[in-house]
């Protein structure tokens, strides 16, 4: 009775020790990443995004369609909670991120020991370290994936606890897996794959129990429990297949609400995303290999990858189907060898990364077909099928059971160390990207955007002229281009460009715009206004091309046709103050002061301290009260 007490208790220290472990590894292989900045992405979630940054966003985050890219709820309402911490600054955001990826490490450990899976700790470890995992923990826009899967982690256990016959009030554990699972999918909707996950946890549990092997949780990791084998024994599919229906139709739904917003919000309903089956299939059977390369040998890790050109006419490209028919094959020649764990590690991996294998167009497909945060959660399977290996291979010697997993975490860390430092500033991470990818004409783009912002225009200028290069049909290019020559001065070379850049796209809106704002400089004000017509008709939804569409109409004396303009403004961008104030103003003009009133009001809710505003909403008061006393 001592011994059995004392061994579970060293048993409890080791448990300590290892999630000790686990947790300051991770946390010293990603100090890189707290010290990092904004990047790319990051003013679209986070810096810049209203719902995040201003008055009544909670609301419209969980009840509109103001999401700037998405239906993310739980990340933005995240956001929203630390940007009233720690407002903009990316330290407290990098630290939630790691904190985040440490959680689900631990997490990991304890599905992975409820699985009876060898090597679960070393899986854990090595799944915290891997360098692929960087772009999800150092990408603060990234934080999609370290919270779904959280809860996607938290549901895998929900569920064991349900399926587990031992367990009792099992039912309230069903109804937390499904409550745990619906919060996955509000952060990252690619969690829709969980239902086959939690089919292949009971069904490895089932098996276990039939041939009488043990199964349940691991003694004290999540909870004291004595497995026994004919828990599971009786278990029938068809129940569990009905009980997983809630899941199913949960995750269905998600995934068409994303499938409509991707199409219809995020615009990949165009040529750039017009595959074919065939074509779809072979993006789909080339990227299952890439990221189990990227897994075996984790060098060149980029944050954009080079696009495959994609031809259903050249026998080369079926390679990749061919060597999946083959996995599948000698898969099923030697299943029994392999053992259910095996089989069950990669149906996992391939069924999570289902959603993003090119089956369903993703915005991010412009640029590339894969990404190393796709095989997040994904790459758990082959890890602990790695893991289970080294553990099992190098049993009878403990020197190598010990030394290979060492020397392979300090690899991996040394390797995430690397990685994480990319991601210190946009320019660090373009020019990496660059390197590592030279074909990438967004990777230019970005770098010259970020260069242009910080006024370093001649180096930007010449990066914009290698995005020139590679996309010399692109109006964008040009628009680039006479940005930064508008912002050197040279306000007529730039007026040259920005025709050029019409003349491939009459209606490309973003030029119209600009050279709407020449030819006011130039006291054109009827050519800008028609300029900036066109604009809004190519770019309906631009706040800032309404607003100064409307400042030139209040101009001319059309103030008809100013507060409509103001007022579509504001429809698309309520903290727009200034839009609110002019709109207050003009409304004044034509005799509506208390609307009028109700506009300033509002403009000083978003800034307090807008003079104008202030101003302006005094002198509508006095006329007021002068109404009134009438």
């Known amino acids: 009775m001592r011994k059995s007490i004392a061994t579970r208790i060293s048993h409890k220290k080791a448990q300590y ?5 686990i947790v300051v590894l991770t946390a010293a292989a990603y100090i890189p990443a707290m010290q990092a900045d904004f990047v790319w992405d990051d003013d679209v979630y986070v810096t810049k995004n209203p719902l995040v940054i201003f008055p009544g966003g909670l609301t419209k985050i969980w009840f509109s369609l103001d999401s700037p890219s998405q239906y993310f709820p739980l990340v933005y309402s995240m956001f929203r ?15 939630v991120n790691i904190a985040l ?3 689900n490490a631990l997490l990991v450990w304890v599905v992975l020991s409820y699985l009876r899976v060898r090597g679960s700790w070393l899986a854990a470890v090595l799944w915290a370290l891997h360098p692929v995992n960087v772009e999800s923990v150092a990408w603060i826009t990234e934080r999609k994936n370290t919270l779904s899967t959280l809860f996607y982690l938290l549901a895998v256990i929900a569920w064991g ?3 587990d016959k031992e367990t009792k009030r099992a039912w309230g554990y069903y109804i937390l897996s499904i409550g745990l699972y619906a919060l996955a999918l509000f952060a990252k909707t690619t969690a829709c794959t969980l239902p086959i996950a939690l089919f292949l946890i009971w069904w490895l549990q089932r098996n276990r129990a039939i041939e009488g092997q043990p199964h349940g949780l691991n003694h004290n990791l999540v909870g004291k429990h004595e497995a026994t084998a004919p828990s599971f024994a009786n278990d029938g599919m068809v129940r569990r297949i009905i009980q997983l229906v809630p899941f199913l139709v949960l995750g269905f739904t998600m995934g068409l609400i994303s499938i409509w917003w991707e199409q219809h919000h995020q615009g990949t309903a165009g040529q750039e995303f017009a595959f074919t089956p065939v074509e779809r299939l072979l993006i789909a059977s080339r990227a299952i290999w890439f990221y189990i390369a990227k897994l075996i040998w984790p060098a060149r890790l980029a944050f954009s990858y080079p696009r495959w050109e994609i031809n259903a006419s050249d026998p080369n490209q079926y390679i990749w ?35 993003t294998l090119g089956f369903i167009s993703i915005y991010t497909f412009k640029y590339s077909f894969v990404a190393d945060h796709y095989q997040y959660v994904a790459c758990i399977g082959p890890i602990a099928l790695f893991s289970g290996a080294i ?46 990818n030279p074909g990438s004409s967004m990777a230019y783009n970005n770098l010259a955007n970020y260069l242009a912002n910080k006024q370093r225009l001649d180096e930007a200028l010449v990066i914009f002229g290698e995005v020139l290069k590679r996309r010399p049909k692109d109006p964008n290019s040009y628009y680039n281009i ?22 491939i796209d009459p209606s490309f809106g973003r030029s119209h715009a600009n050279l709407a704002v020449i030819l006011n400089m130039e006291g054109k004000i009827s050519e800008a206004i028609s300029h900036l017509q066109k604009a809004a008709a190519s770019v309906p939804n631009n706040p800032e091309i309404r607003y100064n569409l409307a400042c030139l109409l209040a101009e001319q004396g059309d103030l008809g046709g100013a507060i409509e303009q103001y007022r579509e403004a504001i429809r698309l961008a309520p903290w727009m103050v200034e839009a609110q104030c002019h709109l207050g103003q003009n409304l004044l003009r034509i005799g509506r002061v208390k609307e009028a009133i109700s506009h300033f009001e509002t403009a000083l ?18 006329l007021l009260v002068k109404e009134n006393n009438r």
């Open 391 to 436: 553990v099992s291979r190098f049993k009878a010697c403990n020197i190598l059971r010990n030394v290979i997993p060492a020397v392979i975490i300090l690899v991996l860390a040394i390797l995430t160390w690397r990685q994480a430092h990319i991601y210190r500033d946009e320019e660090v991470l373009w020019r990496d990207t660059i390197a590592k």
């Open 605 to 622: 809710r978003f800034k307090p301290d807008y003079l104008e505003a202030q101003s302006a909403l005094e002198e509508a008061r006095d």
């Open 161 to 163: 606890k349900f399926i």
């Open 482 to 503: 006479a940005g930064v020559l508008m912002a050197q001065g040279y306000i007529e070379q730039a007026k040259e460009w920005y025709l050029k850049s019409l003349e």
């Open 101 to 103: 990826h440490i959680m």
């Open 17 to 21: 020790l290892g999630a000790l472990t």
């Open 81 to 95: 909670v630390e940007y009233t911490l720690w407002g903009l600054n990316p330290v407290g955001y990098h630290v």
């Open 321 to 355: 189907i061919v060597a999946c028919i083959v996995a599948v094959v000698v898969l099923w020649i030697w299943r029994r060898s392999l053992g259910k764990e095996s089989l069950a590690a990669i149906i996992f991996f391939v069924s999570a990364l289902a959603p």
